[in-house]
């Protein structure tokens, strides 16, 4: 334990701006480059940055992180053993919108005792391309971003533990509240829709969705190892059917093999629901079981893509009730959509999930 503790302390926390470590990635010409991790080389001489209570990852603490994991050594925690960390991610971090910038402060000043974590790109592709199993490597080369980004989710839960949450979600209340003793995976419905519902004109890909733009996990959980393998499989399947892809990402790798994972693991597919189901919203719907809590729909998700359709479930539930709150700002969709259409372009053009 001595030992982890020098290790710890190795990692220099100097007081280098943001735009420093992206102005040393932006020096790597690709050319130049053979693969993605050489890129990622420029970064590591820069060490891993505090300011204003945020943490910039860089390699080097990507490998201390992973490291003392390894060794066993627990960090702070909460709940039943979720790391008191807060993962947060972007391009980088001098473009990033100013309500970002504010939810991560936000994040900061409601967690004081959390470690708070901002991933650029560059950061994300080194902590994947250095630590996802071998036969994982080939599919992730040939991802859309947004699927990308997907399992990194998963996989910086499943491998460090703690809080991922998308930048355009804002917070409202410390992140401990949200727990209960024994709990070992935190997460909410997006919405809990019934049998007559046609899912297919709608934004949703399951009956019993849960949200994954905020998410709180222990370390190797096996929900989180149950979600990536299934976007593996997906990939495996389709891929040997002759589709190349891009995949709907919703059904690939967002919340369909993500809710798939929750209630297969809670009870074989078969998940509580309350007589009134109230499309996910009210106490009735808060399920902990084992060692997992969902919550209900109006704690990460109040305002949801129903909001955006005249569709059942739209701002059920007590407004004040909320946890965090999602902005949708779906950077991905407009890609994706271009990505599917060039590579179809004898189909209908992808419009279904444009507003996910």
Sequence with gaps: MLQSAMRVNSVKRGVVKQEAIDAEVEKASPAKTS??????????????????GVTFVTPELIDELVWQQWQGVEPDSFAGGIPKRIHLTWTNWSSMHLAHVANVAKWVALNPDFQTFFWNDSAVV???EKYVQQDHKAMLETLPKVSYFDYF???????????YS?????????????????VRLIAGWEVRLPDEFDLHDSPFCRFDQVEQWTLASSP????????????????DVATRGGNA?????????????????LSEHIDGAHLPQPSELMYGAGGANDIHVKDILILRKERF??????????????FVGNES???????????????????????HPDQPPMTRHNVH
């Design 35 to 52: 693969t993605r991790v050489a890129v990622i080389a420029k970064q590591a001489a820069v060490d891993a940055t505090i300011v204003n």
């Design 126 to 128: 080194y902590f994947i």
């Design 153 to 163: 989710r998963y996989k910086v839960l499943y491998a460090l533990g703690g809080v």
């Design 166 to 182: 998308d930048i355009d979600v804002t917070p409202f209340v410390p992140i401990s509240q949200w727990g209960l003793p024994g």
């Design 220 to 235: 190797g959980h096996p929900v989180m190892k149950q979600t990536i393998e299934k976007v593996k499989s997906f990939f």
């Design 245 to 261: 892809g891009p995949f709907d990402p919703l059904l690939f790798s967002g919340p369909g093999p993500w809710s798939d994972s």
């Design 301 to 314: 998700a109040f305002y949801g893509q129903d909001n955006k359709f005249e569709v059942a479930g739209t």
């Design 321 to 343: 009730a909320q946890f965090v709150r999602h902005g949708f700002l779906n950077s991905w969709v407009d890609d994706f959509n271009k990505a599917y259409n060039e590579a």
